[in-house]
């Protein structure tokens, strides 16, 4: 129970665990690989030089692990966001606790991937600063070949 | 095949990152992603944090670099897990490093990995596991 009374997973909250969002959809392009290829240090050149990746055997510039590309933003239109967004909680502050990836197949530049998630547990903890909200939320991206090619699965802490 | 000698219990070389504010900008321009709480100073103070603190997922990144270099590129990475279990106030030297888990006989299939990251007092701030396909 939070400060208030009120229990941190509500009814409402618990009847999203185990839906699934609409399908999101993901661009891989060649200059966000480099991006996230130089943001994590990277200095390898198969992440910034397409033929030097072909000759090392990938189809294109590898994404890097941990990189699945970028949603289309609009300023202004709102982001569309996966579930785990949705919860309507007064805890506001937002801590990662973990993430879990597992790759299926390859991700390169030049692919796109369509991205669905998952609230898979809600649970409500108690910590140093009072009531803690755990959420466990899992993703799964397809490519455009229809191939299932990464699973994630993100725990969140808000407090 | 360039692979460094891999046994059971070989430590993988720790790399060590700068992350200041520049870094965690870098950062946010490659995940589009720009909570400010991971660059600027003041607004994290207002959060109630000495500073910026590094983002999780930047780690879970690092786990992918150090192991990347550890092989040469002569890997997939067909696994990468991660529990932070401590922020890394930024201004800190982040060391990553690793050690071999479960090797397979055949030394060709999936190699298990343990990961960690540690912040420039040498506290333990992320602990995870890695599997990877050698190429």
Redesign the interface.
């Known amino acids: 129970m939070s400060e208030k009374g009120d229990p941190v997973v509500t009814d409402e909250m618990r009847q999203l665990i185990g839906q699934r969002s609409a399908p999101l959809h993901y661009e891989v392009e060649s200059g966000?690989c480099r991006?996230?290829a130089?943001?994590?240090?990277?200095?390898?050149r198969?992440f910034y030089e397409s033929e030097r990746a072909r000759s090392?055997?990938y189809r294109d510039l590898p994404a890097?692990?941990?990189?699945f590309g970028?949603r289309l933003?609009i300023p202004g239109a709102g982001t569309p966001q996966g579930l785990q967004r949705f919860l309507d909680t007064p805890l506001k502050?937002r801590?990662?606790?973990?993430?879990?990836?597992?790759?299926l197949g390859?991700i390169c530049a030049g692919d796109t991937l369509s991205g669905t998630s998952r609230l898979v547990s809600l649970e409500e903890k108690s910590g140093q600063s009072g009531p803690l909200l755990v959420s466990v939320t899992e993703f799964e991206y397809t490519n455009q070949n229809n191939e299932l090619v990464a699973k994630s699965r993100h725990t969140v802490i808000n407090r | 095949m360039t692979h460094p000698n891999i046994t059971l219990h070989s430590q993988i070389p720790e790399l060590v990152?700068h992350c200041d504010s520049r870094?965690m900008a870098?950062?946010a321009?490659?995940?589009?992603s720009f909570n400010p709480l991971h660059f600027d100073y003041e607004f994290a103070r207002r959060?109630g944090l000495p500073g910026p603190n590094v983002?999780?997922?930047?780690k879970?990144?690092?786990?992918?670099?150090t192991i990347?270099?550890w092989l040469n590129?002569e890997c997939?990475?067909?696994?990468?897990?991660?529990?932070?279990l401590a922020m890394d106030i930024i201004e800190t030297d982040i060391r990553c490093g690793g050690e071999v888990t479960e090797l397979p006989e055949d030394g060709r299939s999936v190699v298990s990995l343990s990961m960690w990251t540690e912040g420039s007092d040498g506290q333990k701030t992320t602990e995870?596991t890695a599997k990877v396909q050698l190429?």
């Not at chain 1, 801590?95 to 790759?103: P, S």
């Open positions: 966000a991006m996230f130089w943001a994590v240090g990277y200095k390898d198969i090392a055997g890097p692990p941990g990189f970028h933003v502050v801590l990662d606790a973990g993430a879990e990836i597992e790759y390859d | 990152e870094r870098m950062w321009a490659a995940v589009r959060a983002n999780g997922a930047f879970l990144a690092l786990f992918g670099r990347h270099e590129g997939s990475i067909k696994n990468l897990s991660s529990r932070y995870g190429r």
